[in-house]
Structure formats: C-alpha cells, structure tokens
C-alpha cells in the first residue's frame, strides 16, 4: 500500500469511539482548519497512522478518547518526531479525562485551541517502552477493561475500570508486589515498598483521588503514584465508597513522587491499562521524559495544578 501523500496538519478520526455521532462535525471541521482527516478501521490504526503522518506534519491531532490520543502519541514517538510534531487533542470519547486537564472543553473548542491557544510542552511516561501520557493501572483486567460502560467512564473517568475489575472478578486476588521508586527532586527519596496490593496506579496527567478528573502536575518530570493496599474489597464498587478509598485520609493509600519506578510481581504477570490500551507483564519499569510532547492547550489548563506547593503524600506507611 502507498503512503499517503504528506501533509503538513493530519487528523487521525477514530470514527466508533463515544457514542459514535462525532464524526461528520469533526470532519467538517477539520477540513475548515485544513486537516487531512485518515480514519481508523482497526485496532492499531491509530498508532499507524500517526507513525506514517508524523515525519512530514508539523501538527498530528487525535479525534477519539484517550486510547486513540494513547496511539497517536506511541505512533508520533515511534516515528521519533516527537520534537517536531505538535500533538492536539480532540475529544470525542466517553471520559475525556486527559482533554479536561489540559483545559479542552469539546469538539468545537479544541480547534479554536488549536488556533489561537497556548502550547505547553508536557511530560510524558513510558511502560517498558510503550509510552502513555494520562495513566497506567496495574490490576485492571483485560475483560474488565473492555466492558466497563459508556456511563461509568463518564461518571468516575480511569477509576471505572478499578470499579469494574471488583465487579466482575468476584472474588478478587491481590498483587503480591515489590514497588521501587527512585530518589525524586524535592527531597523524595528512594523508597521500596513490598507487600499485597489491590492496584497500583500511576498518574503522568492524571491524580487519584475522589474527583472523576483530578490533574497531576504534568510539568514537573514525575510521576504520582498510587499503591491501593489489599483490604477488604466488598463494600468498593460503589462510586462513593472509591472517592473515600482514595481520599487523603484512608489507611489503605500508599503515595509517592517518583521520576522513575520498577514494580515487580512475585507470582505471575499482571495487566496493566495504559491510557486504556493493555499491557502484560511480570515486570514493569516506568519512567517519564519531561517536557517530551508539546501539545495545544485550553485556558482552563494550570501549568502547576498545587500553585507552588507539593501535593501531599498523606499515608505513605513505612518502607
């Protein structure tokens, strides 16, 4: 097959993602902002198709949720043009919770950004080299992954998969897990923790706490992560029992701040959603590149989300 003929703005449209009625008023409204629109038919098209656009565009945007801006992202990465090729967001998911931190507010709105907002060259993280740029959680399953419904991914965003794992796995296993952390900046230093975990949860853009869209300093070269403690799981499949479960004051939260981490699993491998996209393994190693992906962002995005003050690592527990 020929590769399309270069073009200097190209639009990767994932035309089943939502509710699926995005598609003709983004194409509108990319070919009036002059976009070449390529459009998804298959798993991995995403990631294709940026990877064959990004050495001549000068701007790749991503018409889907946060699993097709995942792809366009590995695919610009893979074609190592992350230096030269601006990435947008257009949000045409269910949560759209990356698009709600950086401050695009919809379909309309991301290309008036595109236009005439700021561009903020953010952090992104990678998972045994594949690359995420929201989140990655450990524990999620696969199945659980990829029933969890259109309405508790727009109620609880990432969280809806941590609530439909409880759900369907019945009885669920812990992660017998081993977590390293590497010495921080601001006087976090290396830290191990090893013990029964429900889920481990790593935020580049993303927090986790309560809120449905909680941002992460994504600016600040490094990454939040989250250590759910194994405890009782009857009574959290409820949204209102994991907003209080991940509230600063549960006993069962473990937190750090870290550039880089390795969690390993002392029995078999564990599935891992990145950005929603999964990933198997026994090993993982982690680590984010500051200020790697410049991106078009809305006025309501903060560059530092704590206004100058760390955001507190409350029930961090002994090493």
């Known amino acids: 097959m020929a590769s399309p003929e270069a073009s ?22 990319a070919a009036d902002h002059g976009f070449e629109v390529r459009t998804t038919e298959e798993s991995g098209d995403a990631k294709r ?11 790749v945007a991503a018409a889907g949720g946060d699993g097709t ?9 893979a074609a190592d043009a992350l230096e030269t090729t601006t990435v947008a967001v257009v949000p045409a998911g269910t949560g759209n919770n990356f698009a709600a931190n950086i401050g695009v ?37 696969a199945e659980a992954s990829s029933e969890t419904s259109s309405e508790s991914k727009a109620e609880l965003g990432v969280l809806a998969y941590v609530k439909n794992t409880l759900e369907t796995v019945g009885e669920f296993d812990s992660l017998p897990l081993r977590v390293e952390t590497a010495a921080g900046p601001d006087g976090e230093t290396a830290r191990a923790w090893e013990g029964e975990a429900l ?6 853009c993303r927090r986790f706490t309560g809120a449905r869209t909680a941002q992460a300093h994504v600016e600040d070269g490094l990454l939040e992560v989250t250590i759910v403690e194994d405890a009782a799981t009857a009574n959290l499949v409820s949204g209102a029992a994991l907003e209080r479960l991940f509230g600063q004051e549960s006993t069962h939260i473990v937190r750090r701040r870290t550039p880089s981490l390795t969690i390993d699993s002392r029995e078999d491998s564990i599935e891992f959603s990145l950005d929603g996209e999964m990933l198997e393994a026994e ?7 500051p200020n790697a992906l410049e991106i078009p962002v809305g006025e309501g995005y903060q560059p530092d989300p704590d206004d100058g003050e760390l955001w507190p690592l409350e029930g961090t527990g002994p090493s």
Do not use: Y
């Open 199 to 204: 889920f481990v949860l790593i935020g580049n």
């Open 49 to 59: 198709l940026a990877r064959e656009a990004a050495p001549d565009a000068d701007l």
């Open 283 to 289: 090993t993982l190693h982690l680590e984010t590149t």
């Open 105 to 141: 507010q919809g379909i309309e709105h991301t290309f008036t950004v595109i236009e005439d907002g700021r561009r903020r060259e953010l952090d992104i993280g990678a998972a045994n080299g594949r690359v995420f740029v929201n989140s990655c959680v450990g524990g999620v399953t």
């Open 69 to 77: 801006l995942n792809g366009v992202v590995n695919g610009v990465a």
């Open 8 to 29: 200097d703005r190209v639009l990767v449209l994932n035309p089943v993602s939502g509710s699926g009625d995005h598609v003709d008023d983004v194409a509108a409204l």
